[in-house]
């Protein structure tokens, strides 16, 4: 399957295309990680496979609302 095929199916089956499907599993993990709690902001932040904590944060707040240290009050 080449990659403009991929493209069109991650966009037919999901409704997003496949850094969106990406980015929201890796935020959805890190929120799991929160949940759990016993780790950091930065060390969820590296697991969860962001680089830099500024987009983290800044992703966090779009898919959920909150940012990751108020998460926990906020669920």
């Known amino acids: ?44 932040c590296t697991e969860a496979g962001f680089q830099s904590l500024s987009h983290f944060r800044k992703s966090f707040k779009e898919e959920f609302g909150v940012i990751p240290s108020k998460f926990i009050d906020a669920v």
């Open 1 to 44: 399957m080449n990659r403009v095929t991929f493209y069109g199916r991650m966009k037919q089956l999901n409704q997003e295309n496949p850094g969106e499907f990406i980015r929201k599993y890796r935020l959805k993990k890190a929120a799991g990680l929160i949940k759990e709690g016993g780790k950091t902001i930065n060390e969820i």
